[in-house]
């Protein structure tokens, strides 16, 4: 699988954009670039996914450079409910299983 | 619509004992995927099974563990005579087909082993 490196922690403000970046410069052309989270306490929650366009939905905006070396989870106005570790996660197409990295913290302050 | 539901939340049982997780995935997903989390660590692979199929049990220990999904009722992860090391959050998710598709996690069982 292809790995990803994501900073082990990251810190911003109450309703403020927060931009999560992702490294992944052995992505193949197969591969999706999936993002899930963690909140204390709960198993995973799906947040977004894409391939090589930049992608939105209710939660969060997904950016992804044109070589898709690297990519940004972008949340536009962060809340305390927020606060969670964020997996970027590389999936080849068809594959069957996620593998989790480390993630990134990400603490919301009020 | 339920999401994917395990039970029980949280399962103590001593050094020696069999655990039993349950995993009742979202209606109408056939893919059941289990992971467990070690404490302070991040989510790691067990295995992925299909209605009354095991289809990738790489990232199962190759002893005292075992999982099925029958064709009806929940998918079951077994851990026979259980030892400390095993203490951990046990989630499991479900997809309804193999393409590309946001998996949905249950709230995990936390085993505790005394």
């Known amino acids: 699988d292809a790995k990803t490196t994501q900073p082990n922690s990251m810190e911003s403000n109450e309703e403020e954009p927060v931009h999560l970046p992702c490294n992944h410069s052995t992505i193949s052309g197969t591969d999706y670039i999936h993002w899930y989270r963690q909140l204390p306490s709960q198993g995973p929650e799906y947040v977004i996914h894409g391939l090589t366009s930049n992608v939105n939905n209710r939660m969060a905006s997904l950016a992804i450079a044109e070589d898709r070396k690297s990519s940004t989870l972008i949340l536009h106005r962060a809340t305390l409910r927020d606060a969670a570790v964020y997996y970027c996660?590389?999936?080849?197409?068809?594959?069957?299983?996620?593998?989790f990295g480390q993630g990134t913290r990400l603490t919301i302050n009020p | 619509n339920a999401g994917v539901m395990q039970n029980p939340r949280h399962l103590v049982r001593r050094r020696g004992q069999e655990a039993r997780l349950r995993c009742s995935p979202v209606k109408g997903h056939s893919h059941v995927y289990w992971y467990r989390q070690l404490p302070e660590e991040g989510l790691k692979f067990m295995v992925y099974?299909?209605?009354?199929?095991?289809?990738?049990e790489s990232g199962m220990p190759k002893e005292r563990f075992s999982a099925e999904f029958p064709k009806e009722g929940p998918s079951i992860l077994r851990i026979q005579q259980v030892v400390r090391g095993d203490s951990a959050a046990y989630f499991c998710a479900s997809s309804p087909y193999r393409e590309n598709y946001g998996y949905t996690f249950g709230s995990g069982t936390r085993l505790t082993v005394v």
């Open positions: 996660i590389l999936k080849e197409e068809g594959a069957q299983k996620l593998v």
């Open positions: 099974l299909q209605k009354e199929n095991i289809i990738d």
